[in-house]
């Protein structure tokens, strides 16, 4: 460490000397700040957000461990978060290895959460359990309180440093752990939390953890609001939640369970009249969003038994047979593991690379589902028919999409008439801007510079990516263009070698449509076209919130912040001149001018790449939000319409 740097620290610090190993920790906490998205993915939205989420899995694995029964989560006002639980509360004792309190280290030591202690069943998720010490650096402040031996242990940090020891501040009848924290605004670019993002997540936990009851509360001024979850039936009620608006197709949900060993698997599912399958897997509650072994076990076995039983009640003829996608078509399905060395691969790490699950899922599905339908042979005739329905309507979608296909526009060149192209014709420098609207779209297009933007335009209501087989995409006249015009196709034939743009930049309204908009996107993007998000390619296009004009002069602001520092540094010295603030009403209100000026010109344009994490958030609001029926969609609109300016999709 520098000289200089020592003597910060020693400065900020001046009732704590630093020996050896303090270094150290400070350097890794540093570390942590130096390097935010290797610890936490990013520090947008997605980042403040698993901060919380990090905080809660230390005491939701007391809650597995089977002390603790109740979780609350608050928004406080001014976005500090309080995590309350009532475990037995943070260890306080000196560890003989560090020669420090068991609370300190778990808050300033990389990794040690959850390490220490005695038995019980313990669970390693992802970041499971090692996040104390991330949330701590990342923190301007945070308090933790811990009652536990009839007193009450109090300890606090700024950015990862002790500014107060550890000490006793009262005494208590209960035991129990409370952490308070500030997310640092040095460290991320939002720190507004979004209630609702919040309560979908906590609710997940709550299903996971059958009879785990977990609270939230917001109670910022003017959105006061809470929910309070616990949820006997677990994963059962997942499906009954996720199917909520949708026509079963049999009127139970199956539920099979099985362990073996150190693992347990459990699953629960039920078919709706729907086409779309959603599947939700976890282990060790870690949504595991890019499948793995338990997932292949799942879809392995459910087609062997489907089929086997197709042939037992004669339903299949000897030679016929129905894919894994014909026996997931309309099915909701929730996939829970748990294990104890969990193995987490691929991109966003939320892939499950255990093969033992793979066993043991088609085990327990393969064995259960059997009974299961011999003993309810109504609900198996249902299903198989299903299928049978689903294998037949994609083996004649298959044969007109081939017809189709051969003089498909694709291989001919031709362009959507929906699109104004661009001059260059090296993808590496082509922008293209998906806009919504006829306006927006017209000031688009006189706006830009046609030598490298191209326009797409869309609007009405876009197809239901939730509703559509991927075959129907190729039919949908909202899709289609956007599939020409990028001139890769899509799904298992996409090729990214033939993109025409490496820029896609997303232009909507920074209001509920446009928020809508992008979901559906971003969604259609993960699941059709995924390497673009891989690859970066692609963006959301940031739009002014407010026009500022002092006499001849005019300005915009992109955040409420922005607005007010313009706002008085417009007036200067003159508190009593007039700055008229208009708010900007939406992309078409603006003419081509002040588009390009303020959200097109590469020069002055802010644009926010689009991650995977934010395309699996998007995806999921869409799987469970905005599924068949229209109703829940609205809700879900109207619920976030007073948050849609802070969605971080
Ligand atoms: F880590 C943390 F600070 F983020 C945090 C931990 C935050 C919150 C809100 C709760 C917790 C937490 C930790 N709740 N409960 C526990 N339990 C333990 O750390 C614990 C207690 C006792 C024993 C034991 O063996 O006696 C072992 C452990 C791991």
């Known amino acids: 460490m520098s000289e200089e740097k020592q003597n910060e620290l020693n400065t900020t ?60 989560v608050t928004i406080n006002p001014g976005n500090t978060i309080t995590v309350t639980d009532n475990g037995r509360g943070i260890p306080v004792d000196i560890q003989p290895q560090t020669g420090k309190p068991a609370l300190e280290v778990v808050f300033t030591i990389l990794h040690a959460g959850g390490k220490f202690g005695g038995g019980g069943y313990k669970v390693s998720g992802g970041l499971h359990g090692v996040g104390a010490s991330v949330v701590n650096a990342m923190s301007e402040w945070l308090e933790v309180q811990v009652h536990k031996n ?22 208590t009848d209960h035991t129990g752990t409370t952490v308070t924290f500030k997310p640092d605004p040095e460290m991320f670019e939002t720190l507004e939390y979004n209630y609702d993002t919040l309560h979908t997540r906590m609710r997940e936990e709550a299903f996971l953890n059958a009879g785990l009851r977990i609270q939230t509360v917001d109670l910022r001024p003017g959105q006061e609001q809470e929910d309070d979850m616990c949820y006997e039936g677990g994963i059962r009620e997942f499906i009954a939640f996720i199917n909520q608006n949708k026509a079963p197709v049999h009127p139970d949900i199956i539920y099979m369970a099985g362990a073996r060993e150190d693992s347990m698997a459990e699953i629960a599912m039920q078919y709706n009249d729907g086409y779309q399958e959603i599947m939700a897997s976890f282990a060790n509650n870690v949504h595991t969003a890019e499948g793995g072994m338990h997932e292949e076990g799942f879809r392995r076995a459910l087609t062997n038994v489907l089929n086997a039983y197709g042939k037992k009640i004669k339903l299949l003829k000897e030679d016929e047979k129905v894919s894994g996608e014909d026996c997931r078509e309309g099915l909701s399905v929730v996939i829970s593991v748990k294990l104890t060395e969990a193995q987490f691969e691929g991109q966003t790490k939320t892939k499950l690379g255990n093969s033992e699950m793979r066993t043991l899922v088609n085990a327990v599905v393969s064995e259960k589902l059997e009974i299961y339908l011999e003993e309810n042979p109504g609900v198996g005739k249902a299903i198989l028919e299903k299928a049978l329905m689903a294998s037949r309507a994609r083996e004649a979608a298959r044969k007109a999409r081939e017809s189709v296909r051969r003089k498909s526009v694709l291989e001919s060149g031709q362009m959507p008439d929906k699109l104004q192209d661009c001059n260059e014709r090296d993808p590496a420098l082509c922008e293209i801007y998906i806009v919504e609207g006829d306006s927006a ?40 263009p956007l599939v020409l015009g990028l001139g890769a196709g899509i799904g298992e ?10 820029k896609i930049i997303i ?29 970066g390619y692609v963006y959301s296009a940031v739009p002014p919130l407010y026009k500022l004009t002092r006499g001849k002069q005019q300005r915009v602001a992109y955040s409420d912040e922005e607005r007010d520092a313009i706002s008085a540094e417009m007036r200067g010295d003159n508190p009593n001149v007039k700055v008229e603030i208009n708010r900007f009403k939406g992309l078409g209100e603006m ?24 395309a699996v958030a998007a995806d999921q609001i869409f799987t469970v939000l905005m599924g068949e029926e229209v109703e829940p969609r609205k809700d879900w609109i109207v619920k976030n319409a007073q948050y849609v300016s802070n969605l971080d999709f």
């Open 13 to 72: 610090q001046t009732n704590h000397e630093y020996g050896g190993s303090e270094i150290q920790v400070l350097e890794g906490l540093e570390a942590v700040r130096k390097r935010p998205g290797m610890y936490i993915g990013s520090t947008s939205e997605s980042g403040l957000h698993h901060l919380v989420y990090e905080i809660v899995d230390n005491s939701i694995d007391e809650a597995l461990a089977g002390h603790c029964t109740d979780i609350t």
């Open 150 to 171: 009839g007193e009450i242990y109090e300890m606090k940090f700024s950015r990862g440093k002790i500014t107060q020891e550890m000490k006793v501040v009262g005494k």
């Open 441 to 480: 779209a017209g000031s688009a297009i006189q706006g830009r510079d046609s030598r490298f933007q191209a326009i797409l335009s869309m609007w009405g209501k876009m197809l239901n990516v939730e509703k559509a087989r991927a075959d129907k995409i190729y039919g949908n006249d909202k899709l289609y």
């Open 493 to 502: 034939e996409f090729n990214i070698d033939k993109l025409r743009y490496h």
């Open 507 to 535: 232009m909507a309204d920074a209001d509920v449509d446009g928020a809508h908009i992008r979901t559906l996107l971003l969604t259609f993007f993960f699941r059709y076209m995924r390497p673009l998000i891989e690859r």
């Open 591 to 614: 003419d081509p001018h002040e588009l390009w000026e303020t959200t097109m010109d590469p020069e002055k344009r802010t644009l926010r790449r689009i991650t995977l994490d934010d």
